[in-house]
């Protein structure tokens, strides 16, 4: 059956908009890319947001039934329902796409990161959000795309210290814009790592950050969303081996040559080459608020453009162009390690599996 407009007078629709701006309220942006369109769905994808229309579409079994109280409901089934909601209005909130940043990573690494960090946010901000929604006896559900949680989780755990904090990071995180994430993390790192080394110059401390990123944009990142908590453990111990090798480069060079620059390649070669736009507008974020009635994302710009990559011999990372957007649902499939997740790709969630699956903290 094809997906089904939600009307807007509708109490599941009134239902899900007091929702999204619940959680719109707990870490506010100035980006709202939600056009106020609701889709429900027969997918098995839990719930998914398209940045080329700024429509959210939910699973109107898995999701949407559970969100009012209309019909009986598991604890499990509403705490899943109201976690889709913070993920969603993650995606919705930020930026995306930022072009002319050399330390843009614009590659399907930077939409892992993105389901990691949009499900780390939903976990850390679930208590409050479920007392605020009326239901202060929720308990924490379990994380969708648990390969990606999991590394993030690890990456904010390398990241964070007492100069820029876990919430710190996730913050920042949530205004986007997503291809800068891993930029954000670095900026973690130097600041409570390498802050005594490096010169307070915005060249030194943007090649710096530029390291980092080739540290930790791991080649796991665009499978994370479908892999499992221990493949995500793996891959945030891998980075951290990484991230330490090269703190201790850094480290060697500024005390060696102070005032030299570090030499390492910009993850984003395109810096400076793409018509000048803001951070938060339409084209990679939808420029400008847009909410329920307002323009929709999709008719007044471009679709945001990615750039796949592969590491370059610095780590930096090199592209071409792919498209990408944000969806919750089911895993691929019993056996394999897969949970249910929110997908990337132009409009498409992951196909549903024969089976669950859980494997590790993992959503389903």
């Known amino acids: ?171 920042e995180a949530t205004h986007g814009p997503g291809v800068m994430h891993f930029d954000q993390l670095g900026d973690g790192v130097l600041r409570n790592r390498l802050a005594e080394v490096v010169p307070f110059h915005e060249e030194h401390r943007r090649q710096v950050r530029a390291a980092l990123i080739g540290a930790m944009a791991h080649r796991a990142w665009p499978m994370l969303k479908d892999l499992s908590a221990e493949t995500g453990v793996t891959v945030a111990a891998e980075i951290r081996q990484k991230l330490n090798s090269k703190v201790d480069e850094i480290r060697r060079h500024y005390y060696a040559m102070p005032n030299e620059v570090f030499p390492v390649d910009s993850p984003n070669a395109h810096a400076g080459r793409e018509p000048r736009r803001q951070v938060g507008e339409a084209g990679r974020s939808g420029g400008g608020k847009t909410g329920p009635g307002k323009t929709s994302p999709g008719n007044a710009h471009p679709e945001m453009r990615f750039l796949g990559g592969q590491a370059g011999a610095a780590g930096a990372v090199r592209w071409q162009p792919v498209l990408g957007d944000g969806a919750r649902g089911r895993g691929a499939g019993e056996g394999h390690g897969q949970a249910p997740g929110r997908d990337v790709g132009p409009g498409n969630g992951r196909s549903a599996g024969p089976g669950k699956g859980r494997s590790g903290p993992g959503r389903e």
């Open 1 to 171: 059956m094809a997906d089904r407009l939600v009307p807007r007078d509708s109490a599941v629709y009134q239902e899900l908009s007091r929702l999204y701006r619940l959680a719109r309220s707990l870490r506010p942006t100035s980006v709202d890319r939600w056009n106020g369109n609701l889709y429900a769905t027969d997918s098995e994808r839990l719930g998914a947001f398209d940045p080329r229309s700024g429509d959210i579409r939910l699973s109107a079994d898995r999701t949407l039934l559970h969100l009012t109280g209309s019909s009986p409901t598991e604890p499990a089934d509403r705490a899943q329902a109201l976690a889709t909601v913070l993920h969603e209005a993650t995606h919705a909130g930020m930026a995306t796409d930022a072009p002319n940043e050399p330390n843009a990573v614009r590659s399907e690494h930077s939409l892992g990161l993105m389901e990691g960090f949009a499900e780390v946010r939903a976990l850390q901000d679930f208590g409050a959000f479920a007392r605020g929604a009326g239901y202060p006896e929720l308990e924490l559900p379990t994380p969708s795309y648990p390969g990606a949680y999991t590394a993030t989780d690890g990456l904010l755990q390398q990241a964070s210290g007492p100069a820029k904090g876990r919430l710190d990071i996730i913050d």
